[in-house]
């Protein structure tokens, strides 16, 4: 019992720490959410050159945009008119790092960590921009003024209101990230207190085969840019170097498995092989770099840093306030949906002005975060027939209406976009 007690408390401190800079962070992304849309994203990424690739990887920085999310958005670019070389700059970017990882970086791994992770996501983003810019001189570009627009771009423009605001940045985004911040969470509280510092330090203490390791461990991961931070402190808990946990922020988020599966349909073999190369050589650089840096100017960064909390039980009060909101909003993104239902009548099976033999119930497999969503209704509405398209993240499925639908299109729609589907009832 005491060890049990001994693990939920180092992962509410863990959570109590990361709180506030989550929250803050939170806030800030939905800021930006309000003020930056996709939509005018692409109307400034199109034409060759590398100034597109340079406002790509600037935009992407700090846009709360996951491995997985950040694929939606960028096949939108690219139908859009935008180069093939800004859309893999935004790619490499993006997942790298968000204001709220920023945010949460700088407070749980210092201001030279909080610094040194944006910069290298800049740098790895322009440099595979760059690449995928120069392989690409031969292809046509469609200018993106010319381009045709998706059905339903013009949501992606949303209301520029605070209830928007806190929208996004306290129910929408932290539903996205909720999964795999959690299990970040308990795995750093695990690794505290089961685990004796240094553990690891041989094998993970610094150096090219560290970065290594670290590389392939964290490239098939999906794990997001703020969800990652736990996960690398418990790296450095075990031995890594602070470097070796910079190479873990940078090729955990910046792909996975399906991210990698799906940038080979949507962009082809060349820019898939530009996409990882960036990740796997631009992390392990950006690794040694930082522990050099480290060396050279005497920052003190090893696993005491890491487990700083353990020295601040004193805020234990402070502390558990923190974690207890962090946890409510986290638990409310996920199941406040539910929660409103119960106040509500129970939800009709079918869609306003639709009767149940004119509904088709799909299962998708695959969505991962409200972008996926969202990318799933844009390509739904576009198909022959459909009049409303809801789509839940949180059940896998969607509910199509309208009137002559092919279900075969529909499936087909939702397949283009890198997602299973396969009709599961027509009610009736």
């Known amino acids: 019992m005491s060890t049990l007690m001994h693990i939920l408390n180092e992962i509410r401190v863990v959570a109590g720490q990361m709180s506030p800079y989550l929250l803050f962070g939170f806030l800030a992304a939905g800021v ?24 790509s990887v600037v935009m992407g920085v700090p846009l709360p945009l996951c491995s997985c999310g950040v694929i939606a958005v960028t096949a939108s670019m690219r139908k859009q008119g935008a180069g093939r070389g800004a859309t893999t700059g935004f790619l490499l970017a993006t997942p790298q790092s968000s ?22 996501a800049l740098i790895t983003g322009f440099l ?33 209101s605070v209830r928007e605001v806190l929208r996004y940045g306290l ?13 970040g969470v308990i795995v750093a509280g695990l690794i505290a207190a089961l685990t004796p510092p240094d553990l690891l330090a041989p094998y ?38 602070p470097g070796a946990a910079l190479v873990f922020l940078i090729a955990g988020p910046a792909t996975n498995a399906a991210t990698i599966a799906t940038v080979w349909k949507m962009m082809g073999k060349g820019t898939t092989a530009i996409y ?18 480290s060396s050279y100017v005497g920052l003190v960064m090893d696993h005491h840093v890491a487990h700083a909390h353990e020295h601040h039980n004193a805020q234990g009060l402070t502390n558990m306030l ?17 929660l409103r239902a119960l106040f ?16 088709i119930k799909l299962t998708i497999r695959g969505m991962t975060c409200s972008h996926c969503a969202n990318a799933v209704s844009r390509a739904l509405r576009t198909v022959s027939g459909v009049e409303h398209a809801e789509v839940m993240l949180e059940d896998g499925q969607a509910i199509v209406a309208g009137d002559n639908i092919r279900t075969d299109d529909l499936v087909a729609a939702i397949t283009e976009l890198g997602y299973e589907a396969a009709a599961n009832q027509q009610p009736g």
């Not at 945010?103 to 910069?119: D, Q, S």
């Not at 129970?346 to 149940?356: D, F, L, R, S, V």
């Open 32 to 55: 930006l959410h309000v003020l930056v849309s996709p939509a005018w994203m692409r109307r400034h990424l199109g034409g060759r050159g590398l100034l597109p690739v340079l406002k």
């Open 99 to 120: 204001v709220n990882s920023i945010v949460a970086t700088w407070g749980m791994m210092g201001p030279a960590l909080g610094v040194f992770r944006p910069v290298m």
């Open 128 to 160: 595979g921009g760059a690449l995928a810019t120069f392989i690409d001189k031969k292809r046509p570009v469609t200018p993106v003024a010319d381009a045709p627009c998706d059905v339903g771009c013009e949501e992606e423009t949303p209301e520029r």
């Open 171 to 183: 129910v929408t985004l932290p539903r996205d990230i909720a999964k795999p911040l959690i299990v």
């Open 204 to 241: 993970i203490g610094g150096g090219i085969l560290s970065m290594l390791i670290m590389t392939v461990i964290g490239m098939p991961l999906y794990v997001c840019a703020t969800a990652s931070i736990p996960v690398a402190l418990s790296f450095m808990h075990l031995g890594a170097s």
């Open 276 to 293: 990882l190369g960036t990740v796997f050589v631009g992390a392990i650089i950006s690794g040694l770099l930082f522990d050099a840096f």
């Open 322 to 338: 923190w974690a207890a909101l962090l946890a409510a909003v986290v638990l409310y993104s996920m199941y406040g949906h539910r």
């Open 344 to 359: 509500q009548h129970k939800g009709e099976t079918t869609m306003p002005g639709q009767h149940a033999d004119e509904n």
